[in-house]
């Protein structure tokens, strides 16, 4: 059955590989992202029934516009997949409160609004399903990314209280936190010499290789399907073994 989802952080990466697999299945897709040029690029592709949308999650403001513009376009909105994200690899003793307060208000804070803007349409559908992309470093946590961590820690305890609170309505909530896949970020940490590289890191993982976008997009595409009714508030490892 074709839905309306929107998709955060939907023109480079993980978010980009969710987009491809909802318009596989028939999905009408909002592809969200701050990124003109990435957007710009996605929206050439031309991929059927998806209109691209230029935003910034951390203001409440423009997440309310660029709803508003998914509604008129698309219709109601009944699935949203919260991947956009920002990292940094800093010090513990040099998160200074700029960078703290940013990171929370686009992964948290910025999660929590587009998630919020969107379940008055799913309880009137009496249907929805919400996905967040969280992080392994928030089981397992990492050196440098204290701030990170902590953001991505908030995604999935504010997953597993919507889907208990949502639960009676048909609304299920998800949250996916990946280990190492290959996605531009990763690719300019390296170029920053923030990350080993996707070569380096790859021998670790149990199965051998580095995950990929459509490996997230294939368990999103299932947590957002109707088989999926008695799935919530879970925590789905799509991780390679690296966080068991």
Known sequence: MSRVAVVTGG??????????????????????????ETLAAVAAEALPGTIAVEVDVADRASVAAAYDRVRAELGPIEIVVTSAGIESFTSVLDIDPELWDRMLAVNLTGTFTCLQSAIPDMLEAGWGRIVTIASSSAQSGAPRMAHYAASKGGVISLTKALAVELAGEGITANTIPPSLVHTPMVDEATARGDFPGVEAVAPRVPVGRAGTPDDIAAACAYLCSDEASYVTGQVIGVNGGMYI
């Open 11 to 36: 023109s480079s990466g993980i978010g980009l590989g969710v987009v491809r697999r909802f318009v596989a299945d028939g999905h009408r897709v909002a592809i969200l992202d701050r990124n003109p």
